[in-house]
């Protein structure tokens, strides 16, 4: 999936910069929209539209934070960015995708609704029954599963798979409340046997590591909507960055998945289809 991470030949900080550059000059531009071979989803465009810009704004914060060395408080927003670049990537190749998000919304406020229904407040309570978008109806889709659990997310693409989902677990160490944070305040005796002293600040950890996956999930996020730009904007200066960071400019959809994909295309295909029209 990578294969130059922390190479001296690309720095990851300027690319993360002039890709935030290039995403800021597309402000009050308009994007048009297209699929190639494909009918037309506007649903689709403004998931991976959504993902990708809100890859990009928690981005922008994540590398502020990079630069003054807060490299472990960054873990929570590096985290989502790099979550929402694969996801907006995944649904822009996916047929079924943007519906299957849509689904688990629809799924997420069910559980909300049950949540509310069993509080302790009365007025908590009361909001279950109006909660809004709960009772609407699920969209068939092959793809539910990997919305709902982001390991078979990553297993559907390639290069991804196990490598991409073991980097969002590493990221998922420092993003909740583990011993590994514990640790971080701890500063250990020499031998390590012991503890020398308490710390308030956590112990330092390598930015130019990390720092590379930011620039990672802007070059996906971005790529995800070039799939769905008519005019490939920024095409040439992804596949650059892409090059400097030595990863690979697109994550493709695995036979697997398309295998999967094509058949729910076909049923629903067969589905909608009505036969000649008989005459009267």
Not at 40 to 67: D, I, S, W
Not at 87 to 113: M, Y
Not at 240 to 253: F, N, S, T
């Amino acid at each position: 999936m990578t294969d130059k991470l922390g190479s001296a030949s690309a720095n990851a900080v300027d690319i993360c910069r002039h890709l935030l550059a290039l995403w800021k000059s597309r402000l009050d531009s308009e994007i048009r929209f297209q699929e190639r071979g494909a009918r037309p989803n506007f649903t689709k465009f403004l998931a991976v539209h959504g993902l990708c810009a809100h890859t990009y704004r928690v981005g922008e914060q994540a590398l502020a934070m990079y630069e003054t060395g807060m490299v472990m408080e960054t873990f929570p927003l590096l985290r989502l960015s790099y979550e929402s670049a694969l996801t907006a990537h995944w649904i822009a190749q996916n047929v079924d995708g943007s519906e299957a998000v849509l689904n688990n919304d629809v799924l997420s406020r069910r559980a909300a609704a049950g949540t509310l229904s069993k509080a302790h407040s009365e007025i908590l309570r009361s909001g279950a029954q109006d909660f809004p978008g709960a009772d609407k109806e699920l969209i068939q889709t092959s793809s539910q599963a990997q919305v709902r659990n982001f390991e078979q997310l990553c297993q559907d693409l390639e290069p991804g798979g196990a490598d991409a989902y073991a980097y969002y677990r590493l990221m998922s160490w420092y993003s909740h409340p583990t011993a590994r944070i514990i640790d971080s305040y701890l500063q250990p005796t020499e031998d390590m046997q012991d503890l020398a002293s308490l710390r308030l600040e956590p112990e330092k950890l390598d930015v130019n590591t990390w720092v590379h996956f930011l620039a990672f999930a802007l070059v996906w996020a971005a790529r995800s909507l070039d799939f769905l730009d008519a005019d490939r904007t920024h095409r040439s200066e992804l596949r650059k960055a892409a090059r400097d960071l030595g990863i690979p400019e697109v994550l493709k959809l695995s036979e697997k998945a398309r295998q999967r994909t094509a058949k729910a295309e076909q049923a629903r295909r067969r589905a909608s289809w009505k036969g000649p029209k008989q005459d009267k």
